[in-house]
């Protein structure tokens, strides 16, 4: 196997000058450039990727902690984080927490303990009081869930004017008892929450707590709702789904009872996800832009760790929002 002295040898220049070129020192000529990169070539010589990144004291490892990857969700978030960190030279490391605060903390311990050079929560568990003591660590951002305490750089929706656009697309439709499902919990859990309150009461309309659904975040929990609420005796004739994955469950369950959409009960989504306009119906949903969220995260971590800056100061990045009409309201 060659090494970097075979390298200098064969090149006919110093063995610190073969140093230099590999790691893009200045003030090294052309040409000394091209003799090092043709012997390194002739002698199919790699640099030590791991010996350079100790020099460099950077992993260029990013930790991204999701929740679960079998929330879709998630994956697409993903998709838009790694576009940019390839385009930057660097690897994610995803994370499942499983929402458990443990796992949490442990994943936390990657930063602290210099194994990834920046952590992007995408979920969080603990409270932010645990976590505030790994900021000084290396940079930590928000993306999509937040904590209005933290004093990080947050990338986010308006949760509560999607909500209340989605709930009052559905009054504006003659809706006037509306189910509530919750699909996230947390400060974007209570801000959607809030949207939709909102608008119900701008129209002066009965929130009920038996048609207030919490924690039901996939389609078999759509499908559940639909149950409860084909029982009832006071039903509400319309859903607000905290996810298109609720929005779906709504929509298969529907078909399986003989009941139409949305002539029976209308149903509105969270998201945008593909399977939201392959569903039949089609599901009219809130559109979340998740993977240029997952993009403009990842342009705050490289510039961040670009300047060697640290989360000691809070800005929140906002992305529009948007209403998407299809055949289910």
């Given at each position: ?17 073969v140093s230099r ?43 991204v902690l999701v ?98 656009k989605g709930a ?162």
């Open positions: 196997m060659a090494t970097i002295e075979d390298v200098a040898k064969l090149a006919g220049l110093s063995r610190a000058t070129v590999i790691n893009n020192h200045p003030y090294v000529t052309e040409k000394k450039k091209q003799l090092v990169y043709q012997a390194m070539k002739e002698l199919e010589y790699y640099p030590n990727s791991s010996a350079q990144r100790l020099r460099k004291q950077r992993t260029d490892a990013i930790a929740p679960s990857l079998t929330n879709p969700f998630f994956p697409f978030l993903i998709e838009g984080l790694e576009m940019v960190a390839v385009e930057n030279g660097l690897q994610l490391l995803i994370c499942q927490t499983h929402h458990n605060k443990e796992k949490e903390l442990s994943f936390l311990n990657l930063l602290q303990t210099k194994q990834v050079d920046g952590l992007i929560f995408t979920s969080i568990e603990n409270d932010w009081e645990t976590i505030a003591s790994y900021q000084e660590c290396g940079p930590i951002i928000m993306c999509n869930e937040y904590k209005s305490e933290s004093p990080v750089p947050v990338v986010r929706l308006d949760q509560v004017k999607g909500s209340y009052r697309h559905l009054i504006e439709k003659g809706h006037k008892k509306v189910a509530y499902c919750g699909g996230t919990k947390g400060e974007l859990g209570a801000d959607r929450l809030k949207g939709f309150k909102t608008a119900m009461e701008e129209f002066k309309l009965d929130v009920r707590e038996e048609w207030m659904f919490r924690d039901s975040p996939s389609i078999e929990c759509g499908k559940k709702i639909l149950r409860e609420i084909t029982s009832m005796e006071n039903r509400p004739t319309a859903v607000f789904a905290g996810s298109d994955e609720i929005g779906v469950g709504i929509i298969k369950e529907a078909k399986s009872l003989g009941l139409r959409i949305p002539e029976d009960i209308a149903v509105i989504g969270f998201d945008d996800l593909p399977i939201a306009e392959l569903v039949e119906p089609p599901l009219t949903t809130i559109r979340q832009p998740i993977k240029d969220m997952g993009k403009k995260t990842m342009e705050i971590m490289t510039s961040m760790l670009a300047k060697q800056s640290t989360n000691n100061e809070k800005q929140v990045y906002e992305l529009p929002i948007q209403l998407i009409i299809r055949e289910s309201v």
